[in-house]
Each structure stands twice: as structure tokens, then as C-alpha cells.
């Protein structure tokens, strides 16, 4: 937390996006019992694999288990994670009408299962490990919406950005005000910071960004109870960095196709910064883990406001033990 508000810290903290996950044998065993979404949608077992990582890697944050699409239900899309494919969207929005379709999300509650998610977790968690709550950005959740699932081009995303404008506004304007509901609902529950994951957003020139994504995430980011540090990250951003910034947020995230030093000078460096390991170091040798998380420590030359995490999420074969490893070596090399 004090990080986020760049002031000193006895060391560099450090929390991994994704870090409940696949790569983990506990997170393996209780997701063995159930659906991804059934997961989410309990809150006890919920809590308990976001507090379990917490314990496990001796992080400095916890993140909750949850997953960005989740607040697309509620407006009516039908959602699936189906077995070995990632998400899948049955009824994708393609145009005006389909716009039309999508219900206002007046009424945060269907999504009460987080909330209570966020009061168990962090009525288990110690008093000194800060909860953070997220969502997904406008422009990422629109292009699941749009494309119905991953995508590599995101030409349906586009095609409607392009051709109706008007249509795409109105998508956007109505994710977003369900967007604020829910991240302060979120912290209504007890989540002490807040990110906002715009993971396919570097898909964009910096000109359609502006004119298209720029308003609305700067309006949820607008939103958010007074107070509560806003995490705001992408990947693939090297060209909106500064857009990015005048987004908002009291943290940028930056991943590893920039160098941190150079980004937190193009962010400016009066905000924090969050970044930015690649995933796949984890892989390598320890020796050349600690040689690259140093290099990162250095770039942030002892400056306040650096938290330490990869520049996205851990990937499903990472090995615990190098995981582990780097909360360590980030804890000894990164004392002020
Ligand atoms: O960081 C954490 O530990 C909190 C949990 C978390 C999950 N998803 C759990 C999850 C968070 C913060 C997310 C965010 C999320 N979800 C993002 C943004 C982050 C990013 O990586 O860019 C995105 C794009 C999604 C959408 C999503 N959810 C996809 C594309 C997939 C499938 C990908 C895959 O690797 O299969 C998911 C599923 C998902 N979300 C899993 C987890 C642990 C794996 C599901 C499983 O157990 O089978």
C-alpha cells in the first residue's frame, strides 16, 4: 500500500499476477473437484486458493480469485470456460442490435459471491497482507464480448469500432458504468487496491486508443472510491504508455518488451510503477533469475513506488520452487 502511494518501504514488495493458479498443486487439487466457474462462485473455496498462494510464496499482496469475465453475465452474455479452450461466448456481440441486447447493470448483487469472497479472504488473511480486487478493462472484456473468446487479430472487435462508432461507445459506456459499480462494491467488501487488466489492449494504435478506449477507462478509473490505489495495466503497451497515464491510475503496469526504467519515465515518475519480469525467466536457471529480477531492481535505482511483478500472468507449467525462489531474492536484493 505504501507503494502504491510511493512512499518508502523497507523493501521492495513483490505479488504476481496469477499467481492462484495451475501452476500450483493445491490450486490443481481443489480445482479438480469442480468447474472454473463453479469456483469462482464459491466463496469459501474461492478464499481459500487466493490465501493459500498468499502462504505458500510469501508474497506481499494478495489477489482475489476471480476472473474478469465474470461481470459479463449479469449482462446477459452466456458464458462458458470450456475444458482445454479458455472462454467461450455464446451469444457475441456484433453490432447495433446485439448492442441493444445488453442489459444495464443497475444492481452489482448477482455478483455477491465476490463480495463475500473479498470478507472471507481477508478476515483469514494476516493484518498486514493487503487484498487487492480487479476487473477487466472496457476494451479487453469488448473484445471477448465481440470475438466471443480469444483472438489473435481481434478483427470483429474492430470491425464494430470502425464501422459503428456509435454502437461501440454505447458498449463501452455501459461496461464501464457496470465496471465502477463493481470495483466499489469490491471495495465496499474489504479489497484495499484495485487493478484493472487491459491484457489485449496493445492490440490498438495509440490514435484508436485514445479516441476510443481512453475516455472509458478514465472514467472507471474516475469512479473508483476516493482513497483506494488504482492499478492500471496492459500488455503490449510500449506505445500507449503516456495514454495510458493520462488514463489514470496510481500505478502503471508495465510488462517486459519496455525497459522499467524507461517506462517509468515515460509514465512520469510521479506515479508508481508495477512490472516487469517476462513469465518465462521463471523457467530458466535461478542464477539467471536473479540476474534479471536484479537488472529490474537496479532500473528502479531505489526510486519509492515500485512494486515488483511479472509483466503478465504466471503460465500454467511455471515451477513453484522458481517461484518461491524469486519472492526471495526480491526481498533480499530489493532492501532500500
Ligand atoms: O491473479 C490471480 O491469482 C487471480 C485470479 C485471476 C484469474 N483470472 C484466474 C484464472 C485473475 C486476476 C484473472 C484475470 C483474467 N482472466 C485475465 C486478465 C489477466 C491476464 O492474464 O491477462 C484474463 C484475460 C482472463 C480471462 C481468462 N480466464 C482466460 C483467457 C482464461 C483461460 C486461460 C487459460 O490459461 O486457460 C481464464 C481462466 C482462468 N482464470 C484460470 C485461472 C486460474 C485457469 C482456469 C482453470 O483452472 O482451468
Known sequence: MRACRREAVPYTPIWLMRQAGRYMREYREVRAKTTFLELCKNPSLAAEVTVTAVERLGVDAAIIFADILLILEPMGIDLEFAQGEGPVIHNPVRNAADVERLREVEDVGALEFVYEAIRQTRSALKPDVPLIGFCG???????????????????????????????????????????????????AAGAQAVQLFDSWVGCLSPDDYREFVLPHSQSVIRNVTPGVPVIHFG?????????MREAGGDV?????????????????????????????????????????????????????????????????????????????????????
Open 235 to 243: 500488455t503490449g503497451t510500449t506505445a500507449l504508455l503516456e495514454l
Open 252 to 336: 502503471i503496469g508495465l510488462d517486459w518488451r519496455v525497459r522499467l526504467d524507461d517506462g517509468w519515465q515515460r509514465v512520469g515518475h510521479d506515479v508508481a510503477v508495477m512490472g516487469n519480469l517476462d513469465p518465462v525467466v521463471l523457467f530458466a536457471k535461478q542464477d539467471v533469475l536473479r540476474a534479471q529480477a536484479k537488472r529490474i531492481l537496479d532500473q528502479a535505482g531505489g526510486r519509492n513506488g515500485h512494486i515488483f511483478n511479472l509483466g503478465h500472468g504466471i503460465l500454467p507449467e511455471t515451477p513453484v520452487e522458481n517461484v518461491i525462489a524469486l519472492v526471495e531474492m526480491v526481498h533480499e536484493m530489493g532492501r532500500g
Open 137 to 187: 478493462a472496457p476494451f479487453t472484456l469488448a473484445s471477448y464480448m465481440t470475438e466471443g473468446g480469444g483472438s489473435k487479430n481481434y478483427v470483429k472487435t474492430k470491425q464494430l469500432m470502425y464501422d459503428d462508432p456509435g454502437a461501440w461507445h454505447a458498449m463501452m459506456a455501459l461496461i464501464s458504468r457496470a465496471l465502477s459499480k463493481y470495483l466499489n462494491a469490491q471495495i
